[in-house]
């Protein structure tokens, strides 16, 4: 299977625990990006990676919220201190930059903080 | 601030109804809207569109785009129980250096049989 993958597919953590995901995306894909769905809501942007480089970061993610992509492949999605608040299914989406607009998801990583 | 609005909600029909739901947008800087269905699982592309008034088809599904009037309509003939799902619309900002969408919250669509 050459498409997204993240792992793990679930996580149940309690609350003040750190959790990290990760996503590989295609891999001649440059452009990668995080979500965060809740239910009955449509994916919330969170951040953009062009290669190795972190383009963008919505202002609506606190500083517990980091993410890396170092070597310009694969990324994880670190979240400190989790909260409640935080229960969400995490997607991770990849793009081509010449067709940045297509966006090819992943299968996502549902979070549940106890 | 960039906003997608999709309507209905929630939508039930029966198996062979048409279905059309609708995207309506305020962007800065237009340049595409996707069109994405979601079971239970990540977004699946459907369509880009980019052009008004220009129809793009896959199967029974199509859309089209009104740039004018700032909408597009998801149209579903002949719906089958495959087709239940949430159909999410989404928008690219514009900007050589955009390519993160903001999304709707979508239409759940239910097929009975």
């Known amino acids: 299977d050459t498409g997204v993958s993240q792992d793990p597919r679930h996580k149940i953590t309690k609350r003040g625990q750190n959790v990290t995901f990760r996503c590989d995306p295609i891999?001649?894909?440059?452009?990668l990006y995080w979500y965060r769905q809740t239910l009955g809501q449509g994916p919330e942007f969170l951040t953009y990676?062009?290669?190795?480089?972190?383009?963008?970061k919505s202002r609506l993610l606190s500083d517990r919220f980091s993410a890396e992509r170092p070597k310009g492949s694969f990324s994880t999605l670190e979240i400190q201190r989790t909260e409640q608040g935080d229960s969400a299914m995490y997607l991770c989406?990849?793009?081509?930059?010449?067709?940045?607009?297509?966006?090819?998801f992943g299968p996502g990583t549902r979070l549940t903080v106890l | 601030e960039d906003k997608v609005v999709q309507s209905p909600l929630s939508l039930v029909v029966h198996e062979g109804d048409t279905v059309t739901l609708n995207c309506s947008y305020e962007?800065?800087?237009?340049?595409?809207l996707l069109w994405y269905k979601q079971e239970k699982k990540a977004p699946t592309f459907l369509f880009m569109l980019?052009?008004?008034?220009i129809e793009k088809k896959s199967g029974r599904l199509s859309s089209i785009l009104d740039k004018k009037e700032l909408f597009s309509i998801l149209n579903i003939t002949a719906t089958q129980t495959g087709d239940s799902a949430v159909y999410l619309c989404?928008?690219?900002?514009?900007?050589?250096?955009?390519?993160?969408?903001?999304f709707g919250d979508g239409t759940t669509l239910t097929v009975k049989p």
């Open positions: 989406a990849s793009s081509y930059l010449g067709l940045a607009d297509e966006q090819f």
């Open positions: 891999s001649e894909h440059n452009r």
């Open positions: 990676f062009q290669n190795e480089a972190q383009l963008e």
């Open positions: 962007v800065t800087n237009f340049r595409s």
């Open positions: 980019t052009s008004s008034g």
């Open positions: 989404a928008v690219p900002p514009g900007g050589t250096n955009a390519g993160k969408s903001t």
